[in-house]
């Protein structure tokens, strides 16, 4: 049966309709014509897969990767950096009408988008440290797709594929007798981070310098992938925020609260990961840092705000933390997201505020992730 696509969801994927039933094909580009073979069926839609593309879109490339029919790293490779950073745009956009339900949409700002080549400064890598494979896991597997080079990897992440292996191979080994293993899989996880001038397989803090602020950074915790284009989120953020005092929640390691250093405003930063906040009071060292769920927290919080910067988790802010948040009423929110349709959701839910602009960026190109930020103002 063949289905033309008619737009993007969220990760990238192709939507059609048949008989009153919304069909996910994964692989497709919007206006393309596919026969397709259903996997899944869920009350109200279809998974399904591509089997032949009839009609092909323009914008589709072939992938760069010779990994990627097998490698369930970068699942959108089927564009170039641009067009992925349009479409991507375009179900941002989408997701604003259709969840959030707004009527009309904020002013947009340029997207911003980079190469997808060597981009990728963090990874976790799949260890099997019996036969000294490494890579990652295959697409729809649970096997291990051994590697020895990937196009998105930064020069030392790949350096550890090859001439650094038996680095690797130690650190997963590390892992293993630590209890660090995948209970699905068996194999080692070996999370690697590269910062200025090194690599750190551990909790080792190593220093990466973004706007000329110099962060500390481990292996164990968050920091953004794509150092290129985190002056450009740094920037939105820091042109946006207002008012004397400022909240960071889901602080990470002070990412956002080191903008604020040296500034003369006061920053409040939130983080229930220790390890993270230990990394925060080093790299912003004059915020007032809790250690502590976002709702936790709030319940107990006597402080007031006029910009609270969101930063949550692809799970969105939980009810509770936004009902909080909203009661403290700030002037301006800037939400950073990670997932535009868990952050449509919260928006949908924020009565008395507006979303006044947004903008796009392309952190992970190559795959179906989209991050996005909005500046929501009190009416």
């Not at 192709?14 to 692989?27: E, L, P, S, V, Y």
């Not at 190469?115 to 697409?139: I, N």
């Not at 001038?197 to 310098?209: F, G, M």
Request: proline content about 4%; glycine content about 8%; aromatic content about 10%.
């Amino acid at each position: 049966m063949a289905l033309r696509i008619e737009k993007m969801a969220s990760d990238a994927i192709g939507i059609a309709h048949d008989n009153g039933k919304t069909i996910f094909i994964r692989g497709t580009l919007p206006g393309e014509l596919v026969e397709y073979e259903i996997r899944e069926t869920k009350p109200g839609y279809i998974i399904a897969d591509a089997v032949e593309i009839l009609e092909k879109s323009e914008m589709r490339r072939a992938p760069v990767c010779p990994y990627y029919s097998v490698c369930g790293g970068c699942s959108f490779q089927i564009v170039d950096e641009k067009d992925s950073a349009l479409l991507k745009t375009e179900i941002v956009k989408d997701n604003l009408r259709r969840i959030a339900k707004l009527a009309e949409l904020p002013e947009f700002e340029d997207t911003v988008y980079g190469s997808f080549e060597g981009y990728r400064h963090r990874a976790r890598f799949h260890v099997d440290f019996s036969s000294r494979r490494a890579g990652f896991l295959g697409r729809k597997s649970s096997e291990l797709v051994e590697i020895s080079s990937c196009p998105a990897l930064s020069g030392q992440l790949n350096d550890l594929l090859s001439v650094n292996r038996d680095e690797l191979m130690k650190q997963g080994r590390s892992e293993m007798f630590q209890n660090r293993v995948d209970r699905v899989t068996g194999y080692s996880e070996v999370s690697a981070f590269e910062g200025d001038d090194d690599v750190t397989l551990n909790e080792k803090a190593i220093p990466i310098t973004i706007s000329g602020i110099r962060y500390y950074v481990s292996a164990r915790v968050f920091f953004q992938s794509n150092p290129a284009l985190l002056p450009y989120l740094f920037s939105f953020v820091e042109e946006n925020a207002i008012g004397h005092t400022i909240m960071d929640l889901y602080s990470g390691v002070g990412t956002f609260s080191a903008l604020f250093e040296n500034s003369g405003r006061k920053v409040f930063a939130v983080e229930r990961d220790r390890e993270c906040l230990y990394l925060a009071k080093k790299n912003a060292p004059s915020a007032v840092s809790f250690s502590s769920d976002v709702a936790l927290w709030g319940r107990k919080n006597k402080e007031r705000a006029e910009t609270i910067i969101v930063d949550p988790p692809r799970t969105g802010i939980g009810e509770e933390a936004l009902s909080l948040i909203l009661s403290w009423k700030p002037e301006r929110i800037i939400y950073v997201s990670c997932n535009s349709a868990t952050a449509a959701r919260d928006i949908g839910r924020m009565a008395g505020y507006k979303v006044t602009k947004a903008k796009v960026f392309d952190f992970y190109p190559g795959t179906g992730h989209d991050e996005s930020a909005y500046v929501i103002d009190r009416q």
